[in-house]
């Protein structure tokens, strides 16, 4: 298992240590700081436990880290979550044990382009170079799926396996001509390209959008409110996804309620490390994209009196 254990002495005697990691993703996003934030507030929560928050590569690596004991808790997005369960090209073997510990906030599908590239939609990226996310990302599944929508894969495109800010470094510098991040806003690595090379932000077709909330469970309509990065003037539309706190069904029950303690009473800490978080909303509990663990149905039912 992920878990370490580590004795030290105390004046009652030996006091066993059990040191617990939780996946996030790379650091230019929103999941590595508000990761740590959780971390560190757990750490504090819990007596026996030691919490740290990893650097990733983002969900598709968090949830095979969790099925091979490697890591303890994680966080990921639905798509992820969503065909982890029932078996996809990224988990050919299904992932049935995975569950919903506690929701975290939508992300917002973001496709930046570079002025001048000669992109006005998704349809313009063939023959494109184009940052479809970090390797085991759910961006890059996201990317996927939005080229698919278009009549396009990664055939038509010079695909770019980029994290965040390396993304937003090679638009600056023009090295690629569009870039897809699925992320909570105001995104970091968003603001430095938006802020310092002038790049721009795409909306999506509304029929598009309709198209794949309709085919995709997961999918919500998004949006990207006007000013939320320099030169939004108006608002963009896209696709959101949900993220959330997951791990394996065997995970230990306080964990688990002490993870959601921290998410209903710690929001306002939650919010001075990234303002994201304040879009974490309790009741998404009612319709996760997958089962729920045992302790967050019972620490739920407790907290609305739900079945």
């Not at 993703?25 to 990893?54: K, M, N």
């Not at 808790?73 to 992820?80: E, G, P, R, S």
């Not at 930046?112 to 759910?138: F, H, I, Q, T, Y």
């Not at 085919?215 to 939320?228: S, W």
Request: proline share 6%; with cysteine.
């Amino acid at each position: 298992m992920a878990s370490a254990t580590a004795a030290s002495c105390g004046g009652d005697g030996a006091r066993t240590t059990r040191f617990m990691s939780l996946g996030t993703a790379g650091t230019g996003g929103i999941y590595y700081p508000l990761g740590g934030a959780v971390a560190s507030r757990l750490s504090l929560r819990d007596s026996l436990r030691q919490y740290t928050a990893e650097v990733t590569g983002g969900s598709v690596e968090n949830i095979n880290r969790l099925r091979s004991g490697e890591m303890d808790l994680a966080f990921a997005l639905a798509i992820t979550m969503w065909q982890a369960q029932r078996g996809s090209e990224d988990y050919p073997e299904p992932v049935s044990d995975l569950r919903v510990l506690a929701p975290l906030y939508p992300n917002m599908t973001h496709i930046m382009v570079a002025p001048g590239s000669g992109v006005a939609s998704l349809a313009d990226l063939r023959g494109k170079r184009v940052a479809v996310g970090p390797p085991g990302s759910g961006t890059e599944q996201i990317s996927r799926q939005l080229l698919a929508a278009h009549g396009l894969s990664y055939d038509d495109v010079d695909e770019q396996f980029l994290s965040f800010a390396e993304a937003s470094a090679a638009l600056k510098d023009r090295a690629i001509d569009a870039a897809t991040i699925s992320v909570g806003f105001p995104a970091s690595s968003v603001l430095d390209a938006t802020t310092t090379g002038g790049i721009e932000l795409l909306s999506l077709d509304a029929a598009m959008v309709d198209a794949l909330v309709s085919e995709f469970p997961y999918y919500l309509p998004g949006e990207i409110p006007a000013g939320a990065y320099p030169g939004v003037d108006q608002p963009i539309r896209t696709v959101a996804v949900m993220n959330w706190v997951v791990g394996m069904a065997s995970l230990d029950d306080e964990v688990v309620v002490h993870l959601l303690d921290v998410i209903a009473e710690e929001r306002d800490g939650l919010i001075q490390v990234h303002p994201q978080a304040e879009q974490i909303d309790l009741a998404t509990l009612d319709s996760p994209p997958i089962p729920l663990h045992a302790a967050t149905e019972a620490w739920r039912a407790s907290r609305t009196g739900a079945p």
